[in-house]
C-alpha cells in the first residue's frame, strides 16, 4: 500500500480545534524540539495521541524550528551566532555607490528637512539588523532614540538608488513583499530619527547581504 | 539571568517590556512571518502577540518565569506562543470573513469548499453533505474529494499558505483513484481507523500519524517521540502500519 493511499485512508478532514485539556505551550514547545524527559514525554504522548489539535501544534512548531530565519534567531540568541559588521566594509565595488549616496545626503539634496544638530545629537539611532551577511531580511530593526517619535528608513541598492523608504514610530520595519531583495547582491540601510519639529538625526550607513541557506 | 527578567524580578514591567522587546523581536517577527507574509497581516499579528504577551503587567511571561522547571527552551516557547496568538488571530479575522481574497479567484464548487472547511471549521464529510443538500451539488464523494484536494492546492501554492494549513487542518492526498465512497462507508472506515489505531501504543500512534498525515520528516518525529534515530522511525511506523493494513484489509 502506497504512503499517499495510506494518508488517504488517515485523512478525515476534521479540523482540530484546542480545547481546555490540551497541552501548555511549554509542552507543546518541549515535544517539539524532543527536550522533554521521559516520563513527562510518556505523559504528553498519552494526550497528544488522541488530539489532533495537539499533534498539529507540535508539528507546527517543529516545522518552525527548522525555518532558516527562525533557526538564524534562535542561534543568535543562544549566543551561537554573531550579527555582524556593524561597520560599513569600504571596497572598489562600493566607490561609486558611496558617492552617490553622498549625494543624496547633502544638505542640499532632496532631504532640505534634514538636520544634523537638535534634541538627538549624539543619540543617533543604531540599526541592529540586517546587517553583514544575514539569511533573511524582511525585518529591519534598530535603536530607539529617546525623544523620537518618527523615523525614516532608506534602503538602497548597490548602485546607490532608494529601493524603499518609509516612516513610521515603530523601531522594526517589516518589508512588504512588493519589495524583492536578490541573494547575494548588497545592499545599504539607514534610519533617521525625528528628534524634534524639522530635526533629524541619522544612523551612519550599514551594509547587508542575504545569503539564504541552499534548499535542502 | 537575562536583564529583562531581572526588571520583571522588581516589577518594573515597562522596562523588562522593553528589554525584552529588544530582545526577542526579530525572533517574533520571524515566527510570524513562517505562518504570515502580508505586511498588513504580520503588523497586526506582531501588535496582536505583542498585546497578548504584555496584558496584565506581563502575566505570560512571569508565569513562565515562576515555573521551577522548565521543560523547553525560553525561545521555544516564544515560538510556539507566537504560533497559537497567529492562529488565533487568523481564525478570528478569517472566521469573521465572508470570503477571504484567496476564495474569490476559486471556481464556485471550490469557493463553498473554502467556506465550509476554512472559514467555518467544518469536516470534509459534513461539508459535502451541507453541500449536497443545501447547494444540491451532484457529485460522488470521491468526485468532491478531488475537489477538496484541488482547493487546498490552490490555496496552500499561495502566500498564506501555511496559515491555511494551520486553519484547514492536513492536506488531503491527490484522490485521482478515489473510489466514489458514498459517506456511510466513510464514516465506518473512520471508525475501523480509529480502532486500528487504537491497537498501537500511544507513541507509535503519534509517530504514525505525525509521519503519515503531518508529514513530518523522521528527524523530527523522531525528537517527538524519543526514539534514537530516523531508521527507528521507519522501521517502527512501517511495522505498526503493517500491523493495521492486516486489520483495515477488508476495508482498503
Given at each position: 500500500m502506497s504512503l499517499d493511499r495510506l494518508r488517504r485512508n488517515f485523512h478525515t478532514g476534521d479540523i482540530p480545534l484546542p480545547t481546555g485539556e490540551c497541552l501548555d505551550p511549554e509542552l507543546v514547545a518541549a515535544l517539539a524540539e524532543g527536550s522533554l524527559q521521559a516520563d513527562a514525554r510518556a505523559r504528553a504522548l498519552r494526550h497528544v495521541a488522541g488530539c489532533a489539535s495537539c499533534r498539529r501544534a507540535v508539528a507546527s512548531v517543529a516545522d518552525a524550528l527548522a525555518d532558516g530565519p527562525i533557526t538564524h534567531e534562535i542561534e543568535v540568541i543562544d549566543g551561537r551566532r554573531r550579527r555582524t559588521g556593524r561597520v560599513l566594509r569600504t571596497a572598489a565595488p562600493w566607490a561609486a555607490a558611496a558617492t552617490i549616496l553622498l549625494l543624496l545626503w547633502s544638505p542640499a539634496g532632496d532631504d532640505p528637512a534634514t538636520h544634523r544638530a537638535g534634541d538627538g545629537a549624539g543619540q543617533s539611532p543604531v540599526p541592529r539588523g540586517p546587517v553583514g551577511m544575514v539569511a533573511d531580511a524582511r525585518v529591519f530593526d534598530w535603536s530607539r532614540v529617546p525623544g523620537s517619535d518618527l523615523y525614516r528608513v532608506t534602503v538602497f541598492n548597490a548602485a546607490g538608488a532608494v529601493i524603499y523608504e518609509t516612516q513610521g514610530s515603530d523601531t522594526t520595519l517589516a518589508l512588504p513583499d512588493s519589495v524583492r531583495l536578490e541573494d547575494r547582491q548588497p545592499y545599504l540601510w539607514k534610519v533617521q530619527a525625528r528628534t524634534g519639529w524639522d530635526r533629524w538625526t541619522s544612523s551612519e550607513l550599514v551594509e547587508f547581504t542575504i545569503a539564504r541557506a541552499p534548499p535542502k | 539571568?537575562?536583564?529583562?527578567?531581572?526588571?520583571?524580578?522588581?516589577?518594573?514591567?515597562?522596562?523588562?517590556?522593553?528589554?525584552?522587546?529588544?530582545?526577542?523581536?526579530?525572533?517574533?517577527?520571524?515566527?510570524?512571518?513562517?505562518?504570515?507574509?502580508?505586511?498588513?497581516?504580520?503588523?497586526?499579528?506582531?501588535?496582536?502577540?505583542?498585546?497578548?504577551?504584555?496584558?496584565?503587567?506581563?502575566?505570560?511571561?512571569?508565569?513562565?518565569?515562576?515555573?521551577?522547571?522548565?521543560?523547553?527552551?525560553?525561545?521555544?516557547?516564544?515560538?510556539?506562543?507566537?504560533?497559537?496568538?497567529?492562529?488565533?488571530?487568523?481564525?478570528?479575522?478569517?472566521?469573521?470573513?465572508?470570503?477571504?481574497?484567496?476564495?474569490?479567484?476559486?471556481?464556485?464548487?471550490?469557493?463553498?469548499?473554502?467556506?465550509?472547511?476554512?472559514?467555518?471549521?467544518?469536516?470534509?464529510?459534513?461539508?459535502?453533505?451541507?453541500?449536497?443538500?443545501?447547494?444540491?451539488?451532484?457529485?460522488?464523494?470521491g468526485e468532491f474529494l478531488v475537489e477538496v484536494s484541488a482547493t487546498y492546492r490552490a490555496v496552500a501554492d499561495g502566500r498564506r499558505g501555511r496559515i491555511l494549513r494551520e486553519l484547514g487542518g492536513p492536506t488531503p492526498p491527490l484522490t485521482a483513484d478515489e473510489d466514489a465512497s458514498p459517506e456511510p462507508t466513510v464514516s465506518e472506515r473512520r471508525?475501523?481507523?480509529?480502532?486500528?489505531?487504537?491497537?498501537?501504543?500511544?507513541?507509535e500512534r503519534v509517530a504514525v500519524e505525525l509521519y503519515v498525515m503531518e508529514e513530518m520528516p523522521a528527524e523530527s518525529v523522531a525528537k517527538v517521540v524519543g526514539w534514537p534515530n530516523a531508521k527507528a522511525v521507519y522501521n517502527r511506523v512501517y511495522r505498526a502500519l503493517d500491523l493495521m493494513r492486516r486489520r483495515l484489509e477488508p476495508h482498503v
Amino acid at each position: 500500500m502506497s504512503l499517499d493511499r495510506l494518508r488517504r485512508n488517515f485523512h478525515t478532514g476534521d479540523i482540530p480545534l484546542p480545547t481546555g485539556e490540551c497541552l501548555d505551550p511549554e509542552l507543546v514547545a518541549a515535544l517539539a524540539e524532543g527536550s522533554l524527559q521521559a516520563d513527562a514525554r510518556a505523559r504528553a504522548l498519552r494526550h497528544v495521541a488522541g488530539c489532533a489539535s495537539c499533534r498539529r501544534a507540535v508539528a507546527s512548531v517543529a516545522d518552525a524550528l527548522a525555518d532558516g530565519p527562525i533557526t538564524h534567531e534562535i542561534e543568535v540568541i543562544d549566543g551561537r551566532r554573531r550579527r555582524t559588521g556593524r561597520v560599513l566594509r569600504t571596497a572598489a565595488p562600493w566607490a561609486a555607490a558611496a558617492t552617490i549616496l553622498l549625494l543624496l545626503w547633502s544638505p542640499a539634496g532632496d532631504d532640505p528637512a534634514t538636520h544634523r544638530a537638535g534634541d538627538g545629537a549624539g543619540q543617533s539611532p543604531v540599526p541592529r539588523g540586517p546587517v553583514g551577511m544575514v539569511a533573511d531580511a524582511r525585518v529591519f530593526d534598530w535603536s530607539r532614540v529617546p525623544g523620537s517619535d518618527l523615523y525614516r528608513v532608506t534602503v538602497f541598492n548597490a548602485a546607490g538608488a532608494v529601493i524603499y523608504e518609509t516612516q513610521g514610530s515603530d523601531t522594526t520595519l517589516a518589508l512588504p513583499d512588493s519589495v524583492r531583495l536578490e541573494d547575494r547582491q548588497p545592499y545599504l540601510w539607514k534610519v533617521q530619527a525625528r528628534t524634534g519639529w524639522d530635526r533629524w538625526t541619522s544612523s551612519e550607513l550599514v551594509e547587508f547581504t542575504i545569503a539564504r541557506a541552499p534548499p535542502k | 539571568m537575562e536583564p529583562w527578567q531581572a526588571e520583571l524580578g522588581r516589577s518594573r514591567f515597562d522596562a523588562a517590556w522593553d528589554l525584552f522587546l529588544d530582545r526577542y523581536r526579530r525572533l517574533i517577527f520571524s515566527a510570524i512571518r513562517h505562518y504570515a507574509q502580508d505586511y498588513d497581516d504580520v503588523m497586526d499579528v506582531f501588535a496582536h502577540v505583542c498585546e497578548a504577551l504584555r496584558e496584565d503587567d506581563l502575566r505570560r511571561l512571569r508565569a513562565y518565569l515562576q515555573q521551577p522547571v522548565h521543560h523547553a527552551r525560553f525561545s521555544t516557547w516564544l515560538v510556539t506562543v507566537v504560533r497559537h496568538n497567529t492562529v488565533d488571530w487568523f481564525r478570528h479575522r478569517d472566521g469573521r470573513r465572508r470570503l477571504t481574497t484567496v476564495a474569490k479567484d476559486l471556481p464556485p464548487l471550490r469557493r463553498r469548499i473554502f467556506e465550509h472547511v476554512f472559514l467555518h471549521k467544518r469536516s470534509h464529510v459534513e461539508a459535502y453533505e451541507l453541500m449536497r443538500s443545501a447547494d444540491c451539488i451532484d457529485v460522488s464523494f470521491g468526485e468532491f474529494l478531488v475537489e477538496v484536494s484541488a482547493t487546498y492546492r490552490a490555496v496552500a501554492d499561495g502566500r498564506r499558505g501555511r496559515i491555511l494549513r494551520e486553519l484547514g487542518g492536513p492536506t488531503p492526498p491527490l484522490t485521482a483513484d478515489e473510489d466514489a465512497s458514498p459517506e456511510p462507508t466513510v464514516s465506518e472506515r473512520r471508525e475501523e481507523l480509529e480502532r486500528a489505531l487504537g491497537s498501537l501504543s500511544a507513541e507509535e500512534r503519534v509517530a504514525v500519524e505525525l509521519y503519515v498525515m503531518e508529514e513530518m520528516p523522521a528527524e523530527s518525529v523522531a525528537k517527538v517521540v524519543g526514539w534514537p534515530n530516523a531508521k527507528a522511525v521507519y522501521n517502527r511506523v512501517y511495522r505498526a502500519l503493517d500491523l493495521m493494513r492486516r486489520r483495515l484489509e477488508p476495508h482498503v
